[in-house]
């Protein structure tokens, strides 16, 4: 069975800081990844996703993520944050059923 | 704006009430999706309709009644709610399960239920 394990619940940082947000997964299958933001009051955005190709994905808002298939990994980061970047983050992975499998999110409290 | 509406965005229902949570999408998939997002818990899926047949029931309570009467549309029927049952409920939808892997999913606003 595919699940998905992030690694912190929160992350606290301070406005300007670089911030990585872990996420490992496990799966005998080949894995789509993605990384959804959840705003306060708001639905989940798509902020970047690994299909095939290039292991290091460019998503939205300065976000990147790298994929890392000998450690099962997906980890997010961002060079420079900012107060706006303050919300849920969920890692998820595409299942051989199609079905999204999420983990249980981080949140990401960014301090001016 | 995500392509994906729903209404009411907060409902507060007693236990007793019957009352019916709305989905509309303007994306042009043909899968269509019901979430449960509790604090301090991962997003449940609920139910998945691909090409208006339901296709997944996850051990959801028969309190909770799906119907998707089009592509475009997906109802929530509830009735006879717990305390327990409030939660932010999301619907997103995608292109439909072919088969492959790729599935990227578009999420709405949710609505905020509140039982009492």
């Known amino acids: 069975a595919q699940s998905v394990t992030q690694l912190d619940s929160q992350v606290p940082v301070f406005e300007e800081a670089p911030v990585e947000l872990r996420c490992n997964y496990s799966?005998?299958?080949?894995?789509?990844l993605f990384w959804y933001v959840q705003y306060p009051n708001q639905g989940l955005q798509l902020l970047l996703k690994?299909?095939?190709?290039?292991?290091l994905v460019k998503g939205i808002n300065g976000f990147e993520a790298e994929f890392n298939k000998s450690q099962t990994s997906f980890h997010l980061r961002k060079p420079s944050v900012h107060i706006s970047d303050t919300a849920e983050y969920f890692c998820a992975v595409n299942s051989n059923t199609g079905k999204l499998i999420f983990g249980q999110g981080t949140t990401l409290q960014v301090k001016p | 704006e995500t392509g994906v509406t729903q209404t009411p965005r907060h409902l507060v229902m007693g236990m007793t009430n019957k009352k019916s949570l709305k989905c509309e999408q303007h994306l042009g998939h043909n899968a269509m999706y019901w979430y449960k997002q509790s604090a301090k818990k991962p997003l449940e899926l609920m139910f998945v309709y691909s090409l208006e047949e339901r296709v997944e029931n996850n051990s959801v309570p028969s309190r909770f009644s799906p119907e998707c009467p089009n592509s475009s549309h997906l109802f929530l029927h509830l009735h006879t709610l717990q305390p327990e049952d409030s939660a932010l409920y999301l619907c997103?939808?995608?292109?439909?399960?072919?088969?492959?892997?790729?599935?990227?999913?578009?999420f709405g606003p949710g609505t905020r239920l509140t039982v009492l």
């Open positions: 799966s005998s299958v080949s894995v789509y």
């Open positions: 690994y299909l095939s190709g290039s292991t």
């Open positions: 997103a939808s995608s292109h439909a399960l072919a088969g492959g892997l790729y599935n990227e999913q578009f």
